[in-house]
């Protein structure tokens, strides 16, 4: 079975620390990707990988980098908490989409909800 | 710049009566329209993909259909198990082997014993 796994639940944090996020999947997966989701505004996507330290920017990088030195973990960071970063965090993969018209689902972990004070 | 909108934000119905919740979607160029399943703590669930206009893909009492503008989940007598918010995404393009996906708001389904 997919697996996907956030390492936290809940966390809460302070304004200016620098925070980390970390997302293991056991798929072999090649993509992966962290989006942030908030009442009203749906799932946005921050970054994703689609290999080993290759990353590319979502439609909301900004205040986040990502690591990728292992093909199965992604960390997301927060480089300096704002309270605007209060949120709830999904990570995600995929395969890689090799065949046009097949399109890989993204498989979910459960989340970390981030509180930022 | 690609849409998705959902209706209704939240639906309530009694169990064993059947409805459908919409995805409506502006998109230049659909690769595929993804409907998902979440449960509250919980990340969003995979249910099924559709790729063409009058595809259609049922799972239990779930079936997903596509026409050129919109996307319907009818739901057949269903359950209190059936109760989560049901997430619509499409994809318009790829991204290094990737999907970019855009996703609507969700609609909340309740279903009362």
């Known amino acids: 079975d997919v697996k996907v796994t956030q390492s936290s639940r809940y966390l809460v944090k302070r304004t200016g620390e620098k925070v980390f996020l970390e997302c293991v999947q056991d798929?072999?997966?090649?993509?992966m990707f962290w989006y942030r989701q908030d009442p009203g505004l749906g799932l946005r996507l921050i970054y994703f990988?689609?290999?080993?330290?290759?990353?590319e920017k979502g439609d909301i990088p900004e205040g986040y980098s990502v690591s990728r030195e292992k093909k199965e973990r992604f960390s997301l960071i927060l480089e300096s908490a704002s309270t605007n970063q209060t949120s709830m965090y999904l990570c995600?993969?995929?395969?890689?989409?090799?065949?046009?018209?097949?399109?890989?689902?993204?498989?979910f972990g459960d989340g970390t909800r981030l509180s930022i004070l | 710049e690609d849409q998705v909108t959902q209706s209704p934000e939240a639906l309530r119905l009694q169990e064993g009566e059947s409805s459908s919740l919409n995805c409506s979607y502006t998109?230049?160029?659909?690769?595929?329209l993804f409907w998902y399943r979440q449960d509250p703590g919980k990340g969003p669930e995979f249910l099924f993909t559709?790729?063409?206009a009058g595809e259609e893909k049922e799972k239990e009492r779930l079936k997903a259909t596509l026409t050129k503008k919109e996307s319907f989940l009818h739901i057949t007598a269903p359950k209190p198990e059936d109760s989560a918010t049901y997430l619509c995404?499409?994809?318009?393009?790829?991204?290094?082997?990737?999907?970019?996906?855009?996703f609507g708001q969700g609609t909340r389904l309740t279903i009362n014993p």
């Open positions: 995600a993969s995929s395969l890689y989409h090799r065949a046009p018209g097949y399109n890989q689902p993204q498989h």
């Open positions: 798929m072999d997966h090649e993509n």
């Open positions: 990988s689609y290999d080993v330290k290759m990353k």
């Open positions: 559709l790729y063409s």
């Open positions: 998109v230049s160029g659909l690769r595929g």
């Open positions: 995404a499409v994809q318009s393009r790829l991204l290094q082997g990737a999907q970019k996906l855009v």
